[in-house]
């Protein structure tokens, strides 16, 4: 037999739903990740998350973790501007984003946030933009007073 792109993903959607039953089971998600392949073998990456709680189990393993990302790179940023993304900012909504995690690898388009409901990669100027708009909204603008 020779394995191709087309068995492998064939392999990968089986994979799946046979490990569905034992991640269900012991509380857990599993996911089969990436496959590298030569014509006489292939290796899959799986992926064990083992949730903090109930809830997690309904969650994305994408923002599973993006959180723990989050956890990870964020522990130091605090920045001297209130505009700012620092390390409280995680589950906050500015503007029709809300922060969901941080995807590390990602240089351009660097925290995970969800948009009506839809799965984003958001740039930080993007962010810190709706955060100051939300900071001025919450202070009320200044008005401007007319010399006469």
Not at 77 to 101: C, N, S, V
Request: with cysteine; glycine share 6%; hydrophobic share 40%.
């Amino acid at each position: 037999m020779q394995i191709s792109k087309a068995t492998l993903a064939t392999l990968r959607t089986q994979m799946t739903e046979a490990l569905a039953g034992i991640a269900k089971e012991n509380g857990i998600i599993l996911r089969v990740g990436n496959c590298s392949f030569t014509a006489e073998s292939a290796t899959f990456k799986l992926e064990l998350i083992a949730p903090k709680n109930a809830d997690d189990l309904r969650v994305s393993p994408t923002i599973l973790k993006a959180r723990a990302d989050w956890a990870m790179y964020m522990f130091n940023m605090k920045g001297a501007d209130p505009a700012d993304i620092q390390r409280d900012d995680l589950g906050k909504t500015y503007g029709p984003y809300k922060i969901e995690g941080y995807l590390p690898k990602s240089h351009k388009y660097e925290f995970l946030c969800t948009k009506e409901g839809k799965l984003l990669k958001v740039p930080r100027e993007t962010l810190e933009a709706h955060k100051l708009r939300t900071i001025a909204a919450v202070q009320g603008t200044p008005r401007r007073t007319i010399a006469g």
